[in-house]
């Protein structure tokens, strides 16, 4: 086979593997607290995940549904819309960070903007 046919090859599976993950996006929340983060989500069946101090947790999930998720942290919570198709468009991954303050959120993980405060639970 030449060298030629093995390009084409690579950049026809490169191409394949964006269009399968075309329909998805990458959801990241950063724990910057000094305690356990309860985050729970209504994604496909859902899920309950604990993220420990200075971790995080990506989660993928379909461009075009909402994801309405929960935060939990020592008797307070925060109900926060982790994707919005509206909002957040169709093929950028999201951040976000929770801090004491709240959650904050990002398309760039770099400028952060507040999203939600913690509540009594």
Known sequence: MSNLNYVVMLVA???????CNADTIYIRL???ISDEVVL????????????APNYFFVWR??????EH???????LHASFI???????????DLF?????EGLFHSFD???????????KS
Do not use: M
């Open 82 to 92: 982790a994707y919005d198709p509206q909002y957040d468009g169709k093929g950028a």
């Open 61 to 66: 999930f379909p461009i075009g549904k909402t």
């Open 109 to 119: 993980d770099r400028s952060y903007d507040k999203n939600v405060s913690w509540v």
């Open 69 to 75: 998720c929960r935060a939990e942290w020592k008797g």
């Open 30 to 32: 950063n724990n910057f």
């Open 13 to 19: 599976l490169t191409f394949a593997y964006g269009l």
């Open 96 to 100: 976000w960070i929770a801090k004491k």
């Open 40 to 51: 729970s989500c209504t994604s496909e069946g859902g899920f309950v995940t604990h993220i």
